[in-house]
T-cell receptor, first 113, second 114 residues
Framework: DAEITQSPRHKITETGRQVTLACHQT?????MFWYRQDLGHGLRLIHYSYGVQDTNKGEVSDGYSVSRSNTEDLPLTLESAASSQTSVYFC????????????FGPGTRLTVT | AQSVAQPEDQVNVAEGNPLTVKCTYS??????LFWYVQYPNRGLQFLLKYITGDNLVKGSYGFEAEFNKSQTSFHLKKPSALVSDSALYFCAVRAFRGYQKVTFGTGTKLQVIP
């Protein structure tokens, strides 16, 4: 069955370190998204991609970057982790049209100490 | 800018009673509307969506939602709540036209009491 996976599921890192969160989907979806979930804020969009070599900033992109070298993967990099980036991160994918629902991964809980 | 409001942080309902989780939205033009559910330590799962057509949309697990354009609402409903429905529910919206991405609400925790 097609799925979307994230790794690691839990990560503890120190302030200032670079961290990369992996996202892999086997739906063959062109659209992929990264969100962070924080209490009181719901889900906020970090970055998104409409296809290979395409990446776009979302509403909370500062301090994060993504790259899309193939259809299946959209890794999220925190260039220099900050305590404010402690959160739960979700990756999602969807079919080409924005009327389609998104499929979410299980999430990565990141703690920056 | 588009937005979604879920006015209740938590909704408590007795098992077997009908439930309603409220959602109102603001977009320019016609909306795409979605409901998702999140169980503890899991990602969001799609429940149902409104794109066009019938204002009453039926989805997974017996849930349905009614689109009301005049009240800009898209409330989630179920005739008889189950304890297993206890979860976090998110409403989401996107404008039919333009380049806005989907905007999620802050979520409503549904607690079904046995």
């Amino acid at each position: 069955d097609a799925e979307i996976t994230q790794s690691p599921r839990h990560k503890i890192t120190e302030t200032g370190r670079q961290v990369t969160l992996a996202c892999h989907q086997t739906w063959n979806h062109n659209n992929m998204f990264w969100y962070r979930q924080d209490l009181g804020h719901g889900l906020r969009l970090i970055h998104y991609s409409y296809g290979v070599q395409d990446t776009n900033k979302g509403e909370v992109s500062d301090g994060y970057s993504v790259s899309r070298s193939n259809t299946e993967d959209l890794p999220l990099t925190l260039e220099s982790a900050a305590s404010s980036q402690t959160s739960v991160y979700f990756c999602a994918s969807s079919q080409d049209r924005d009327s389609y629902e998104q499929y979410f991964g299980p999430g990565t809980r990141l703690t920056v100490t | 800018a588009q937005s979604v409001a879920q006015p209740e942080d938590q909704v408590n309902v007795a098992e077997g009673n009908p439930l309603t989780v409220k959602c109102t939205y603001s977009v320019s033009g016609n909306p795409y509307l979605f409901w998702y559910v999140q169980y503890p330590n899991r990602g969001l799962q799609f429940l149902l969506k409104y794109i066009t057509g019938d204002n009453l949309v039926k989805g997974s697990y017996g849930f349905e939602a009614e689109f009301n354009k005049s009240q800009t609402s898209f409330h989630l409903k179920k005739p008889s709540a189950l304890v297993s429905d206890s979860a976090l529910y998110f409403c989401a919206v996107r404008a039919f036209r333009g380049y806005q991405k989907v905007t999620f609400g802050t979520g409503t925790k549904l607690q079904v009491i046995p």
